[in-house]
């Protein structure tokens, strides 16, 4: 059974920073692309970042690039995605996704076959 977990989630300040974790049980990551999305309230859920499988590519949504990064231990089946220089339209739940699909759909939410329970972010101004 596939198991996805974000942690790192918090209360934070304009300008500040956190790093998201995401841990899978039941896969092997390096088999997988591994994503962010996050979902606001009000909104549609969507992409944030991606890591192709093995690991080497990544793609982001315009409004995070220089800010986020994300990053994975394929050996420690672990995914990060370190947010620098938060904003408050940055305030959403972040969710952790797996996908096996074609790259050319990796930013399509219904492409992403397992997903995490999400974890708040909430950026104050």
């Known amino acids: 059974q596939v198991h996805l977990a974000e942690s790192g989630g918090g209360l934070v300040q304009t300008g500040d920073s956190l790093r998201l974790s995401c841990v899978a049980s039941?896969?092997?990551?390096?088999?997988?692309?591994m994503g962010w999305f996050r979902q606001a309230p009000g909104k549609e859920r969507e992409f944030v970042a991606a890591?192709?499988?093995?690991?080497?590519?990544?793609y982001y949504t315009q409004s995070v690039k220089g800010r986020f990064t994300i990053s994975r231990d394929n050996a420690k089946k672990m995914v990060y995605l370190q947010m620098n220089n938060l904003e408050p339209e940055d305030t959403a739940v972040y969710y952790c996704?797996?996908?096996?699909?074609?790259?050319?759909?990796?930013?399509?939410?219904?492409?992403?076959?397992?997903w995490g329970q999400g974890t708040q972010v909430t950026v104050s101004s």
């Open positions: 890591s192709s499988r093995p690991g080497s590519s990544t």
């Open positions: 996704a797996s996908s096996a699909a074609a790259l050319s759909a990796i930013r399509q939410s219904e492409m992403w076959r397992w």
């Open positions: 039941g896969l092997n990551i390096i088999n997988y692309h």
